[in-house]
């Protein structure tokens, strides 16, 4: 397991999207839909957009470049012209604070 701490939890109300860059790692978009945790890469793999500038619909993230969109419990695209997954992460939060998990 390589996990990595992230922020406290509090810091990103239900709804928003908050873009976590840490180095050695690339940009990942971190997602809170009414209170449960999700984390994805940030970058669309359609063209080089940040996901945690997109728009919430549902369970979809709206990349803000050609309004394609991903699933972001599953990082799978939805909409074209998306057609390649992000790549979501494992979240769990303990003691204050939302850890992802980086590995394969």
């Not at 839909?33 to 994805?40: C, K, N």
């Not at 669309?44 to 803000?64: F, K, N, Q, R």
Request: charged share 25%; net charge negative.
């Amino acid at each position: 397991m390589n996990e990595i701490p992230l922020f406290d939890p509090e810091d990103l109300s239900p709804g928003e999207i908050k873009l976590v860059e840490r180095e050695g790692c690339s940009p990942i978009a971190v997602y809170n839909l009414d209170g449960v945790y999700f984390a994805t890469d940030d970058t669309c793999t359609h063209g080089e957009a940040s996901l945690s500038e997109g728009d919430i619909e549902g369970e979809e993230v709206i990349c803000p470049f050609h309004m394609g969109s991903f699933n972001i419990r599953t990082g799978e695209a939805v909409q074209g012209p998306c057609v390649e997954p992000v790549r979501s992460y494992a979240v769990r939060i303990e003691d204050n604070m939302l850890y992802i998990d980086l590995s394969e």
